[in-house]
């Protein structure tokens, strides 16, 4: 069974970093290129933060840009956002998700690209 798995989310203070892991079962994360979400309530879901297959192409929100990083170890099937300076504005559910397709500065944010998703992890900052 396919399955992603977010951890890592908490409260912290403005300012603080983070580190989310998302942990892939049921396929063999080299295949897929990946990304980070997040959303709250009564908002749609916004792209964060896409990876390729290999690891060196990466996309950012202008958002994050700056203070997240997205990094994958395929040979741990495993992804994950470091979160440095949070703000208020980070305050979210954050979702992983998988695409076999090919990802570029235009099909990366686009999360309909994704179809495969976890169930999220909070991530909550105070000020």
């Known amino acids: 069974q396919v399955a992603l798995v977010e951890s890592g989310g908490e409260l912290v203070q403005a300012g603080a970093s983070l580190r989310l892991s998302c942990v892939a079962s049921g396929l063999s994360l080299r295949d897929y290129a990946m990304a980070w979400a997040r959303q709250t309530p009564g908002k749609e879901r916004e792209f964060v933060a896409a990876i390729d297959w290999s690891g060196r192409s990466t996309y950012y929100a202008d958002s994050v840009k700056g203070r997240f990083t997205i990094s994958r170890d395929n040979a741990k099937n495993t992804m994950y956002l470091q979160m440095n300076s949070v703000m208020p504005g980070d305050t979210a559910n954050y979702f992983c998700?998988?695409?076999?397709?090919?990802?570029?500065?235009?099909?990366?944010?686009?999360?309909?690209?994704?179809?495969?998703w976890g169930q999220g992890t909070q991530v909550t900052v105070n000020t």
């Open positions: 998700a998988a695409t076999m397709g090919l990802l570029s500065d235009v099909s990366a944010p686009m999360l309909r690209e994704y179809d495969i």
